[in-house]
């Protein structure tokens, strides 16, 4: 292990340090004393003594690496479950809502007059990180939580294949993942700082609750509105614990991290993964079902008129007063 | 039902590497280039409180390996030990982040995970595979625990620091060293 690394796992130790206070670093642990006598000797490999070895294999000369064995369980009892709640139970509660609660129509109906409102370039980048993220999505669920939920129910040489189909596509889905995720936050943030009215939509859940207090409300929102804010803040903060994390693991020649680090990796991509899976979920719902007219915005890069006025007032009304308005011919 | 296990007493380990070699001749079949079992770890080396220990998978009854492993290739046999399935691994490189022991190897070490299948110590038990079969040999080396032996390294430790078998009959070999060796501090280690 060389000290440029164990700087970086240190440096990670004190960020995450507040979550997994209980974890402690072998590296740190290794008390070499140079006094020791009868009895000492099984102390000292316990807190993770280094030595002297003739073997060239991966961390070799140290015969105890200690951590914190509640990662293990962390993993099968808490992370696995909830990704597949995160995924599936999201999708349940999402198609329960609109049952009883219904979609949010276009009022007006559609006017046929499509308003420009995503670059050719912004649809492109959003599709370069959505497509991946599905299928991350997908093989990630398998490789956490597969072997709990779908293993028993699949033949042996089945599984085998699905798995190693879900590594392989994961690892390279990585690539454009990342870049597509790195172009919507740093291209699309201008547009997505909390503004007051934000609050008020937040209070009335965007006008999407048909009955009660909440019915026929129609919150202002500018080009974004607080729901989609609140997700894209989420996807950029957690997309970048994500793919450091994935980093890490993808090219663990490159970052040689320790495996005290590559388990608390493992760990902070699964929760990012639940976090990004559950908004995934409500945002293909929001986009393709329940906002009438929402789609279109992602296919063509312009949406309707009558669809700006009623969800995104403000922006509708900013770029017909700077005269910014374009209409497709 | 035996739980096999190993115990290396450091009090007699002369870090000679003859376990070290006897796996590699053993297994052979099994190895790929750079792979290596098992292992001797001296620390303090050349200081008071020098103490050399062999290491390799110690069969964990319930191994961290086996709870990490996306593929669940790992399984215990009825004596205890902790075998795995190279057909179903992937080389994701998980049950080596677990093992306290570094007992988990692989022959690459490429970007993308591309490490090829995961090795370790089998208690000489070979693997899923039908008993002292081809396959079991190209894959996981010899099978001593089928022909009523066991691992090779223990069998050829000079000094009887590395003992192999049951739990209780290999704890019960070591307490009686310990008492022989009258000091209070002569536990293990």
Sequence with gaps: ?329 | MATMKFLCDTKRCIECNGCVTACKNENDSALEWGIQRRRVVTINDGVRGEASISVACMHCTDAPCQAVCPTNCFYKTEDGLTLHNKDTCIGCGYCLYACPFGAPQFPKQGAFGSRGKMDKCTFCAGGPEENHSDAERQKYGANRIAEGKLPMCAELCATKSLLAGDAEVISNIFRERVAYRGSKNAIWG
């Design chain 1, 1 to 329: 292990m060389n000290n440029w690394f164990k700087q970086i796992s240190l440096v990670l130790a004190l960020v995450v340090g507040t979550m997994f206070s209980a974890l402690s670093f072998a590296q740190d642990a290794a008390v070499a004393n140079p006094q020791a006598t009868e009895g000492q000797i099984w102390a000292q490999l316990q807190a993770g003594a280094t030595g002297e070895t003739t073997s060239h294999g991966q961390f070799h000369n140290q015969p105890i690496n200690t951590y914190d064995l509640r990662v293990l369980e962390l993993r099968s009892d808490w992370l696995a479950p909830a990704l597949m709640a995160a995924l599936f139970g999201m999708i349940i509660i999402f198609v329960l809502f609109i049952k009883v609660n219904g979609i949010s129509k276009l009022h007006g109906g559609f006017s046929g007059k499509l308003v420009y409102r995503w670059s050719k370039f912004d649809v492109s980048i959003h599709w370069l990180g959505a497509i991946p993220c599905l299928l991350l999505i997908l093989t990630g669920l398998t490789l956490l939580a597969g072997r709990f939920f779908f293993q028993p129910y699949l033949g042996e040489g089945f599984w085998a294949a699905l798995i190693y189909g879900a590594k392989q596509v994961h690892d390279v889905m990585a690539i454009p993942f990342m870049i597509g995720w790195a172009l919507m936050t740093v291209l699309w943030a201008k547009n997505q700082l909390p503004k007051m009215y934000d609050l008020k939509w937040m209070l009335v859940v965007g006008g999407y609750i048909n009955f009660g207090p909440f019915k026929g409300k129609h919150p202002d929102a500018g080009f974004a509105n607080a729901g989609e804010k609140l997700w894209f803040w989420a996807f950029a903060i957690f997309g970048l614990v994500i793919s450091a994390s994935g980093m890490l693991l993808l090219f663990p020649n490159l970052f040689e991290p320790s495996r005290t680090l590559s388990l608390i990796a493992l760990i902070l991509h699964s929760v990012s993964a639940i976090i990004i899976t559950a908004f995934s979920i409500v945002h293909i719902f929001m986009a393709t079902v329940m906002s009438e007219g929402g789609m279109e915005c992602m296919v063509s890069g312009y949406c309707d008129e009558n669809w700006a006025t009623q969800h995104h007032n403000l922006w509708f009304d900013e770029i017909k007063a700077d005269g910014t308005l374009k209409y497709k011919k």
